[in-house]
Nanobody
Framework: QVQLVESGGGLVQPGGSLRLSCAAS????????MAWYRQSPGKQRELVAD???????NYSDSVKGRFTVSRDNAKNTVHLQMNSLKPEDTAVYYC??????????WGQGTQVTVSS
């Protein structure tokens, strides 16, 4: 089992920045890829960015060039640096991990609100 706890959400003005963090615990040795998803009211959960164990990253087109995902394997954390935030980035952001058996784990989510 893997437990994930997100932090760093909040209210920010358009054009501002936030940094989300996700701390993993439990069977961390089994984690392969980690990712950030988000879900807005009335919309499906969507992939924002992911990072493989080797460091390869992937971003959705809507955040490419503005968001950066990084991983600290020594501290078992993954971060999402979000710059140039837009109102449409408002959502609950979820951390996810996939283990070597392709089982997915989810954090509880953290709210990000972009508004003036």
């Amino acid at each position: 089992q893997v437990q994930l706890v997100e932090s760093g959400g909040g209210l920010v003005q358009p054009g501002g920045s936030l940094r989300l963090s996700c701390a993993a615990s439990g069977s961390i040795f089994s984690i392969n890829a980690m990712a950030w998803y988000r879900q807005s009211p009335g919309k499906q959960r969507e992939l924002v960015a992911d990072i493989a164990s080797g460091g390869t990253t992937n971003y959705s087109d809507s955040v490419k060039g503005r968001f950066t995902v990084s991983r600290d394997n020594a501290k078992n954390t993954v971060h999402l640096q979000m710059n140039s935030l837009k109102p449409e980035d408002t959502a609950v952001y979820y951390c996810a991990a996939v283990d070597v058996e392709l089982q997915r784990y989810w954090g509880q989510g953290t709210q990000v609100t972009v508004s003036s």
